[in-house]
């Protein structure tokens, strides 16, 4: 890979920049001042220094971030803060990420936000069905039918037919006419867990992404707070 590309997609600067820095003496390759911008590189073997400062090669990257309600999922919005807004803006204006798939702005919870196109679309391919797992509050009391309801696949509002998905009911307050509950589904449809309760009489007052596949959202990741995966954690089966 020529040093300028390498450059150019691990920092913020330009090719054109680079080839001011290079001729300013200030990169440096396995401890040699480097005095050719277009100069060859292996980004798996080579050292590359600039001002002093390691510049690792990093094509991905890959956060986790339990994402706060009213933020969007979305790289821009005229309105709204973006889930981008929460990360590193370093990161951010480099590597271009975008979220995978989408959690409404008034739900909280685990978000991945990368710029792997391919990692991306194994989670949220329609043909994968990966599973995603939430906590839910309602405002009545959930009937024990739900959960037979919701394994042998809701038909919702307009008509719209959902896969098996599992119920657990956690608790249920009769005093609040309230209830806990935690659902996995293996699809992605639009509003799909509160169009789910409101086709058994309840309505979703709160909603809480917790797991996608086998990435969990961290008991101590606090709200608006992130995490950055590595390719060992990528590694793992996610299906």
């Not at 020529?2 to 001011?20: G, V």
């Not at 329609?126 to 939430?134: A, D, F, L, T």
């Not at 005093?175 to 309840?202: L, P």
Request: hydrophobic share 35%; aromatic share 8%; glycine share 6%.
């Amino acid at each position: 890979m020529r040093l300028d590309k390498y450059l150019s997609e691990n920092t913020l600067y330009s090719r054109k920049e680079i080839k001011q820095l290079v001729k300013a003496k200030r990169v440096q390759v396995n401890g040699q001042v480097i005095k050719k911008a277009d100069s060859k590189v292996n980004p798996d073997q080579d050292q590359v220094n600039l001002d002093g400062i390691s510049i690792a090669y990093e094509p991905f990257i890959y956060y986790i971030l339990n994402k706060p309600q009213g933020v969007v999922s979305a790289t821009w919005d005229a309105q709204w803060p973006t889930v981008l807004d929460c990360l590193p803006q370093e990161d951010m204006a480099i590597y271009e990420p975008a979220p995978v798939g989408r959690l409404d702005k008034d739900t909280e919870g685990l978000l991945i936000i990368t710029n792997d196109g391919q990692f991306n679309h194994q989670i949220v391919s329609p043909k994968r069905h990966v599973e995603k797992e939430y906590t839910v509050e309602v405002s009545e009391l959930i009937p024990d039918s739900a959960i037979d309801d919701f394994q042998a696949g809701l038909k919702i509002d307009q008509g719209d037919q959902c896969l098996p998905a599992k119920l657990t009911i956690i608790n249920r307050d009769k005093d609040r006419e309230m209830s806990h509950a935690r659902v996995t589904i293996r699809e992605g449809k639009y509003h799909q867990v509160k169009r789910m309760f409101a086709a058994i009489g309840c309505q979703v007052t709160a909603l809480k992404r917790i797991r996608i596949g086998k990435f969990y959202l961290p008991e101590d990741l606090g709200l608006g707070e992130y995490i950055k995966l590595s390719k060992a954690d990528l590694e793992k089966e996610i299906y």
